[in-house]
């Protein structure tokens, strides 16, 4: 069975993570961790050009470093509490909800796992539901996660 992770290092990816942690999967089975850095956020404004580029370099640097350390916080928790699967992992630029897609179509995965933020219907409408595009597009089975209610 071949898996496909996104994180985004958030308590919803976290839960997610847990999921897949600690369920059993079939021999050779493997999950590909994928950390997406969305260079929407990274617009041009209104500053000096100079002082545009140093920004963006900076915002760059640090989302990469967030994105590594996204990746080496889950993998490591897998190999922890599911060492049978294989792991890979990748850092890509790009829209996360294409990128999964592509992503998942290309490594002709089995299932996406996803955490879900659960935004409400307004926030849903005005910032867009990642996992909602995915569920809507992937060409194979996704699982959403959500954190659970404790009561």
Do not use: W
Not at 79 to 97: F, H
Not at 119 to 147: D, N, T
Request: glycine residues 6%.
């Amino acid at each position: 069975m071949k898996l496909l992770f996104a994180t985004d290092g958030s308590a919803f990816s976290q839960t997610a993570l847990e999921e897949i942690a600690n369920r059993l999967y079939p021999p050779e089975s493997s999950v590909h961790i994928l950390s997406i850095i969305d260079n929407i956020v990274f617009t041009p404004g209104n500053a000096p050009m100079g002082e545009m580029n140093e920004y963006y370099a900076e915002a760059t640097r640090m989302a990469m470093t967030k994105a590594k350390d996204n990746i080496e916080k889950a993998e490591k928790v897998l190999q922890m509490n599911n060492p049978a699967l294989a792991v890979t992992t990748a850092i890509i630029n790009g829209s996360p909800k294409s990128v999964i897609l592509d992503e998942a179509e290309k490594l002709e995965v089995d299932l996406i796992i996803v955490g879900s933020h659960g935004y409400g219907a307004v926030k849903r409408f005005l910032l867009g539901s990642i996992s909602q595009a995915v569920a809507s597009h992937a060409k194979c089975s996704v699982e959403i996660v959500r954190i659970k209610n404790k009561k």
